[in-house]
């Protein structure tokens, strides 16, 4: 049995095509790679420069070259050979593919799963980004373009090995002499320093990403340049307790090119307690009624104010995806001065800021996309549909395109189930949307609790039919009555 179905494979130049999950027999192959990208990043502590030092004990460690790219798994079964990324994107026919197969054969590895990087190698040399990878691997125009899509191996899944000592020998072998693909450029140290000197050289004078270190005795860091970001403050939350009185966190946000605020994260560091006090009483006066509700880590809700303040900000990483490949989709609001009111727009794909930190306040500054540019962001990591209109998007209604309801009567008591299954119509336009979804709804008064709901998402609807059986196998069985 083949692992892909390359009859779902939708070519986009040449050999070269890609397919949705469904398009692979053995469903288990997304939520390892899924599992294995959301593990690495539970494990991997993101540092700052300054604390490589202060933070990495003393030992072996092995540090690599960070590449902006598209983090894939490359999958080789036999004469097949193709990558799968967590969104479930399957890339299949890529250039550097056939020479993956003849060096992975050579090596004694003709069934293997392997982590690695997904980026684009220049012809000028300089680092590209990880939107230049999702550009070309959409739709690449040229054959050069197509060539430009490399791999670089950092791990390995399958066949798993007791060290990464062990992985790292069995790719660099395998896969260091290749052309196209290849291993993630990296050092083994015992040094301090020179973990810090790999930082200097390959990050602040070649201008890569950042670096990976790893010991297996105490685990894997990730050290990055700190981002600076100037942002807009729209809402703030107050102490509890001996806080009481204190500022808690800010809410803040980015301007888009269409004069909307889109939420981007809280910041809660860097503070003194004398800014805590002060920031908080000047807010206080600036409190205006909103459409929108959010609350802090504390479950305090986040008064909104009138846009006027501007603060640098420190973080240590931006994340446009979850672990499931996902886009992190954060609020879009419109302020409105007649009246003073915040109003809901809808949410859009923006990203997660890691470890934000006050600098300072801007008064030298304002809310105007020129001041606090949306390109802060997407200068650095890759954002869906940040040049649309936020007003402009508009979403397909769904529509039902199945539904039952059942009813049973015990202990003078009627219980109801209910099953139904919609089409979203919102796959094509939004990228967190599945193509059909089944809601099942199941009330027993006899319960101690009532009402209880269950639901499935599939791209696939012969995937939701066989949901749909497998509920009404379940549910609809001994005595009840189809209402």
Same mark, same amino acid.
């Given at each position: 049995?083949?692992? /892909?179905?390359?009859?779902?494979?939708?070519? #986009?130049?040449?050999?070269?095509?890609?397919? &949705?999950?469904?398009?692979?027999? $053995?469903?288990?192959?997304?939520?390892?790679?899924?599992?294995?990208?959301?593990?690495?990043?539970?494990?991997?502590?993101?540092?700052?420069?300054?604390?490589?030092?202060?933070?990495?004990?003393?030992?072996?460690? %092995?540090?690599?070259?960070? /590449? $902006?790219?598209?983090?894939?798994?490359?999958?080789?079964?036999? *004469?097949?050979?193709?990558?799968?990324?967590?969104?479930?994107?399957?890339?299949?026919?890529? &250039?550097?593919?056939?020479?993956?197969?003849?060096?992975?054969?050579?090596?004694?590895?003709?069934?293997?799963?392997?982590?690695?990087?997904?980026?684009?190698?220049?012809?000028?040399?300089?680092?590209?980004?990880?939107? $230049?990878?999702?550009? /070309?691997?959409?739709?690449?125009?040229?054959?050069?373009?197509?060539?430009?899509?490399?791999?670089?191996?950092?791990?390995?899944?399958?066949?798993?090995?007791? =060290?990464? =000592?062990?992985?790292?020998?069995?790719?660099?072998?395998?896969?260091?002499?290749?052309? %196209?693909?290849?291993?993630?450029?990296?050092?083994?140290?015992?040094? +301090?320093?020179?973990?810090?000197?790999?930082?200097?050289?390959?990050?602040?004078?070649?201008? @890569?990403?950042?670096?990976?270190? #790893?010991?297996?005795?105490?685990?894997?860091?990730?050290?990055?340049?700190?981002?600076?970001?100037?942002?807009?403050?729209?809402?703030? @939350?107050?102490?509890? $307790?001996?806080?009481?009185?204190?500022?808690?966190?800010?809410?803040?946000? /980015?301007?888009?090119?269409?004069?909307?605020?889109?939420?981007?994260?809280?910041?809660?560091?860097?503070?003194?307690?004398?800014?805590?006090?002060?920031?908080?009483?000047?807010?206080?006066?600036?409190?205006?009624?909103?459409?929108?509700?959010?609350?802090?880590?504390?479950?305090?809700?986040?008064?909104?104010?009138?846009?006027?303040?501007?603060?640098?900000?420190?973080?240590?990483?931006?994340?446009?995806?979850?672990?499931?490949?996902?886009?992190?989709?954060?609020?879009?609001?419109?302020?409105?001065?007649?009246?003073?009111?915040?109003?809901?727009?809808?949410?859009?794909? +923006?990203?997660?800021?890691?470890?934000?930190?006050?600098?300072?306040?801007? &008064?030298?500054?304002?809310?105007?996309?020129?001041?606090?540019?949306?390109?802060?962001?997407? *200068?650095?990591?890759?954002? &869906?549909?940040? *040049?649309?209109?936020?007003?402009?998007?508009?979403?397909?209604?769904?529509?039902?395109?199945?539904?039952?309801?059942?009813?049973?009567?015990?202990?003078?008591?009627?219980?109801?189930?209910?099953?139904?299954?919609?089409?979203?119509?919102?796959?094509?336009?939004?990228?967190?949307? @599945?193509?059909?979804?089944? %809601?099942?709804?199941?009330?027993?008064?006899?319960?101690?609790?009532?009402?209880?709901?269950?639901?499935?998402? =599939?791209?696939?609807?012969?995937?939701?039919?066989?949901?749909?059986?497998?509920?009404?196998?379940?549910?609809?069985?001994?005595?009840?009555?189809?209402?």
């Amino acid at each position: 049995m083949t692992l /892909l179905d390359k009859s779902r494979v939708e070519i #986009r130049f040449g050999e070269y095509g890609t397919a &949705p999950a469904i398009a692979l027999s $053995d469903p288990t192959l997304l939520s390892r790679v899924q599992e294995y990208r959301r593990n690495m990043g539970a494990r991997m502590v993101p540092l700052a420069r300054e604390d490589l030092r202060k933070r990495l004990p003393a030992g072996d460690y %092995h540090v690599s070259r960070k /590449l $902006d790219g598209e983090f894939t798994v490359l999958i080789a079964d036999g *004469d097949e050979i193709f990558t799968l990324n967590p969104g479930g994107t399957v890339r299949y026919g890529l &250039p550097f593919a056939a020479e993956a197969k003849a060096l992975l054969e050579k090596a004694g590895l003709s069934s293997a799963m392997i982590a690695g990087e997904l980026y684009v190698q220049r012809p000028d040399g300089k680092r590209a980004r990880v939107h $230049d990878v999702t550009r /070309l691997a959409q739709a690449p125009s040229t054959r050069e373009e197509l060539e430009s899509l490399r791999f670089a191996a950092f791990d390995m899944l399958d066949p798993v090995q007791p =060290s990464f =000592s062990e992985v790292w020998k069995k790719l660099s072998d395998a896969l260091g002499k290749g052309k %196209h693909i290849g291993v993630v450029e990296a050092k083994h140290t015992k040094n +301090l320093d020179e973990v810090v000197g790999l930082f200097e050289r390959w990050v602040e004078t070649e201008g @890569s990403e950042g670096i990976v270190v #790893r010991n297996d005795a105490s685990g894997v860091y990730k050290a990055k340049p700190k981002h600076t970001l100037d942002v807009v403050v729209v809402g703030f @939350s107050e102490g509890l $307790d001996d806080r009481r009185g204190m500022l808690h966190d800010l809410l803040v946000a /980015l301007l888009r090119a269409d004069g909307s605020f889109h939420l981007l994260t809280r910041v809660g560091g860097g503070f003194t307690d004398d800014d805590r006090r002060t920031m908080l009483s000047d807010l206080k006066d600036m409190i205006v009624e909103s459409e929108y509700a959010e609350v802090n880590s504390a479950q305090v809700a986040y008064q909104m104010v009138r846009p006027e303040w501007v603060i640098e900000i420190s973080c240590l990483d931006l994340v446009s995806t979850t672990t499931r490949g996902a886009p992190m989709e954060k609020m879009v609001l419109q302020w409105s001065r007649e009246p003073a009111k915040w109003q809901v727009v809808r949410r859009l794909p +923006l990203a997660s800021v890691i470890s934000p930190n006050l600098i300072r306040r801007r &008064p030298d500054k304002s809310a105007r996309p020129d001041d606090v540019r949306f390109s802060q962001v997407t *200068d650095v990591v890759d954002v &869906p549909m940040a *040049d649309k209109v936020a007003a402009d998007v508009k979403l397909p209604k769904s529509e039902i395109v199945r539904r039952e309801a059942y009813t049973k009567v015990m202990k003078g008591q009627q219980m109801v189930r209910k099953l139904v299954m919609w089409k979203t119509n919102k796959e094509a336009t939004s990228l967190v949307h @599945s193509a059909y979804v089944l %809601h099942l709804t199941d009330y027993s008064p006899n319960r101690k609790t009532p009402l209880e709901r269950e639901m499935r998402v =599939s791209n696939s609807r012969e995937q939701m039919n066989a949901f749909w059986d497998e509920f009404a196998k379940e549910y609809f069985a001994k005595g009840w009555t189809k209402a």
